[in-house]
């Protein structure tokens, strides 16, 4: 633990906040504690592409394949534990990554953005007009049981909340690392000046199939985790407007760190609960609005108001972290 | 000022503070108003058709209950005294459950009405139960809720027949009462989204049209995604397979999408159209609409509303408040909510559990007709509903419909214990259309 950084302590206290937060905030804001963490992982997977310089508008491809997997597991094969269902998610996951990044991976910019959507929508018409799926409607799920065992009412919430914050905060973590590692480095370096990250020797495809991978996995998670919370999954998951929320979430948070679209998908998510409040019939126009605003006033999300902050107070160390 | 009023007034406060703290159900008890939670799609391509007409009829009613002005017997004031305090949602949301947690636990609402669509409907059927709180939808139409989801509801009602009846009545129509139509049936064909209202719609009609006459083959069945609004490749499949009768559940801007390109191609003259959610379009396509195209209404509603007392004095304080004529989503929140008032005022007193308890298996009237919640154990509507053909009249500009035919709920819905899929296979087994 010697050589964790500012981030990954951040993560380890939050594990403590976010079971305190459980007990002490009312049970409805709990449950959009708990939705944001599965949808946080989708947005911290667009991300780390866009960190790359990719926008992926079919992010809901894997969040849909997570809820999926977890759904059909209990219907077709009676299964609802959740470790189980988890490593079905992601075995699914990686192999449609696999499959899809040796084409994605060749396409930047609009290019890589309008296939990511095109994949996206196939899997979207496909759960639309599958019957025995429910259709449009979808499919509900089961509670979650933990290797046998099956909590009901509010132990069951409660087990799969802590579950929810250790497997989040966990993947959260890995994604710092990764991002601080090699392959992180050199999706940056893609992003800058791609033709010269291949004249120093290394292959940007490779590492661009790597980091949609990596997305896709944890994803597919938080496909898993969102969906075991509400008990509910509808191909609506794998439409372009919920892939479309998510890069939303990031441009609104900033992709200064993998802590920022955690929080900003939960700030989004009471945002829109207040607005909804205030103007049920227009509380888009005030999503809008937030969205021009940060846009105009802080291009890098709200997580570059931290940094500024940071900045002011600690003007010596922030320097020598930029000089490392 | 004395040190005792200061005193007063801190405690005051303090018991304020308090109160908005740990219970803000305090609060509301001293008002005694019933917080009525009202979600329906306030935004997106169902909100114009669907979600902001039962929206304005839930404020309207509300209005008028609060007010005592509901023709009799609805003229007494509030849920048996008790004001009606709604609290609007949007149902357009990506978490559907985590919303109605919070309506619940939030803005802690005594009950709630609404839910247009049937995925909505079928997320929140099992959060209904759980959070225990009284929630009675009005217009989803799958058959799923109480014959697969909630077997044993005791908190979830639905006041309004599951789409079922629609396509059974439509098919009975054409066969029973269409006589121009029924005497060369031999093939239909249908046009229905690719989503489950269109392929549940579609199943149901096609099934019981073969139920009900022998020897007829399906020509053609599209499948064209929802909000696709281009429908040209579509109606010339349709044209090519010449079926006898062309099925149709769209609604909406979809619905009048394909009127205007079908009509113009001469698909309603050479087929007979069965439009099942139709009379939405009416006051908006007018002339458009070809003669002898027969309409549903999902219930008798709007255009195949009772004279009634009731049903006028809700046609014209919704003309008055809103500029247009109620469709049948209006219509079916109406329904919702006038049954809550019904059982409330059966019981005495504006609580939940007197709701709950006295709108179980209840029979009330409405500007639509009688609704009788009969089946699940009392929890789910059955309704009457009417079909009839298209005629525009060029003397007052209006579209209007001719040849109605009424059914009886017992005619077109399944009886308890039995699906609809089971129902329609038997051959409507116990069905009582006389």
Same mark, same amino acid.
């Given at each position: ?12 206290i939050?594990?403590?906040v976010?079971?305190a ?21 989708v947005?911290l997977a ?15 491809l ?7 997997a977890?759904g059909?597991a209990?219907?077709?094969l009676?299964?609802s ?14 192999v ?11 396409y930047?910019e ?10 996206s ?6 759960l639309?007009s599958?019957?025995g ?6 499919f509900?799920?089961p509670q979650?049981?933990y290797?046998?065992?099956t909590?009901t ?9 802590v579950l ?5 905060l ?5 994604i710092?690392r ?5 392959v ?8 800058e000046?791609?033709l010269?990250v291949e004249?120093l020797?290394?292959?940007?495809h490779?590492?661009?199939?790597a ?8 994803s ?8 075991m919370?509400?008990?509910h999954?509808?191909p ?5 407007t ?10 609104l948070?900033?992709?200064?760190n ?15 609960v ?14 809008g609005?937030v969205m021009?605003?940060t846009?105009?006033?802080l ?6 108001l931290l ?5 002011r107070?600690?003007?010596?160390e922030?320097?020598q972290?930029?000089?490392? | ?6 005193s007063?007034?801190?405690s005051?406060?303090l018991?304020?503070?308090l109160?908005?703290a740990?219970?803000p159900a305090?609060?509301?008890q001293?008002e005694k108003t019933?917080?009525?939670?009202v979600?329906?799609f306030?935004?997106?391509g169902?909100?114009g ?5 039962s929206?304005n009829?839930a404020e309207?009613l509300a209005?008028?209950?609060?007010n ?10 509030g ?5 009606i305090e709604?609290?609007f ?5 990506k ?5 109605y947690q919070?309506?619940?636990q939030?803005?802690e ?6 839910y247009n ?6 997320a929140?059927a099992?959060e209904?139960e ?14 799923q ?27 009975r ?5 269409t006589?121009?139509?029924?005497d060369k $049936? ?6 229905n989204q690719?989503?489950s209202?269109?392929l549940?719609s579609?199943?149901?009609?096609s ?9 007829v083959?399906i020509a ?5 995604k929802?909000?696709?609004g ?8 349709? $044209?090519t397979a ?6 149709s559940s769209?609604w909406?801007?979809? $619905?009048e ?8 191609r001469?698909?309603f003259?050479r087929?007979?159209m069965?439009?099942?959610?139709s ?5 908006? $396509?007018g002339?458009?609409i070809p ?12 255009i195949y509303a009772?004279d ?5 004095w809700?046609?014209?304080a919704?003309f ?8 049948h ?7 919702a909510m ?20 006295n709108?179980?298996?209840?029979s ?7 609704v ?10 059955i ?11 060029k ?5 209007t419909v001719?040849?109605i035919?009424?059914f009886k ?6 009886p308890?214990g039995?699906?609809s ?7 409507f ?6």
């Open positions: 633990m010697k050589d964790f950084d500012k981030t990954e302590w951040a993560l380890v939050a594990f403590p976010l079971l937060l459980m007990v002490l905030l009312p049970r409805w804001l709990v449950n959009y504690v708990q939705i944001s963490m599965g949808m946080g992982l947005a667009v991300m780390i592409q866009m960190r790359a310089g990719l926008v992926s508008f079919g992010q809901g894997y969040f849909c394949v997570g809820g999926y977890a059909m209990d219907k077709f009676g299964i534990d959740i470790f189980l269902i988890l490593i079905l998610a992601v075995a699914a996951s990686l449609l990554s696999g499959v899809l990044g040796l084409l994605l991976r060749r930047r609009i290019f890589f953005a309008m296939l990511t959507l095109a994949v929508m196939i899997l979207f018409s496909l639309s599958s019957h799926l429910g259709s449009t409607d979808g509900n799920l979650a049981s290797l046998g065992w909590p009412g509010e132990t069951g919430t409660a087990a799969l909340y929810t914050a250790l497997l989040t966990t993947s959260a973590a890995l710092h990764f991002l601080r590692g090699p992180g480095k050199i999706v940056e370096a893609i992003r000046n791609e010269r004249y020797g290394t292959s940007a490779a590492s661009v199939h980091t949609y991978m990596i997305a896709a996995v944890i597919s998670i938080g496909g898993v985790l969102w969906a919370s509400l008990g999954v509808t609506e998951m794998a439409n372009w919920t892939s479309g929320q998510f890069v939303f979430i990031v441009i948070a900033g992709t200064g993998v802590i920022a679209p955690l929080v900003g998908t939960f700030v989004l998510e009471v945002l829109r207040y607005a909804v409040e205030v103007s049920p019939n227009t509380w888009q126009m005030i999503l609005i021009l605003l846009i105009v006033f291009p890098k999300g709200l997580w570059s940094e500024r902050a940071s900045k107070s600690l003007p010596h922030h320097a972290e930029q000089s490392q | 000022m004395t040190h005792s009023t200061l007063r007034i801190s005051h406060w018991a304020a503070t109160a908005l740990v219970a305090a609060m509301a001293e019933f917080k009525l939670g979600v329906s306030l935004s997106g169902a909100s058709p669907f979600g902001v007409p929206r009829a309207l209005d008028a209950i609060n005592g002005t509901v023709p009799a017997p609805y003229d007494s004031v849920f048996a005294g008790t004001l709604p609290v949602v949007d149902e357009a949301s978490n559907v459950v985590a919303d919070r309506l619940v939030k803005d609402v005594d009950a709630i009405v609404g669509s049937s995925g909505s409907c079928v929140i099992p209904v759980k959070l225990e709180t009284l929630t009675v939808m009005t217009a989803c139409g799958t058959s809720i109480f014959e697969e989801i909630v077997t044993e509801p005791h908190y979830l009602f639905r006041a309004a027949s599951h789409a079922t009846m629609d396509n059974v009545a439509a098919a129509y054409v066969v029973e009462h006589p121009a139509a029924v $049936l031999g093939e239909i064909a249908g046009i690719n989503y209202w269109g549940d579609w199943r149901d009609f099934a019981s049209i073969q139920v009900l006459k022998n020897d083959g053609n069945e599209q499948f064209p929802i909000f696709a281009q429908y040209g490749a579509e109606i010339s499949a349709l $044209l010449r079926a006898d009768v062309v099925h769209f909406g801007g979809d $619905l999408a394909l009127v205007i390109q079908g009509a113009g001469g698909l003259g087929t007979q069965v439009l099942t959610s009379d939405t379009a009416i006051h908006r $396509l002339r458009q003669d002898g195209t027969i309409i549903g209404a999902r219930g008798s509603y709007n009772p009634s007392e009731l049903n006028s809700f046609r014209q919704y008055d408040r809103y500029g247009v004529y109620p469709v989503p209006a219509y079916q929140m109406v329904n006038l049954g809550m008032k019904a059982a409330a005022d059966k019981a005495g007193e504006g609580t939940e559990e007197a709701i709950i308890a709108l179980k298996g209840l009330f009237d409405t500007p639509g007709g009688i009788d919640m009969a089946l699940a154990g009392g929890h789910q509507a309704t009457g509903t009417s079909y009839g053909t298209y005629k525009f009249d003397d007052t500009g209006l579209g001719e040849n035919v009424s709920a017992e005619c077109i819905n399944p308890a039995l699906t899929q089971e129902w329609i296979k038997t051959g087994e116990g069905a009582d259309c006389d």
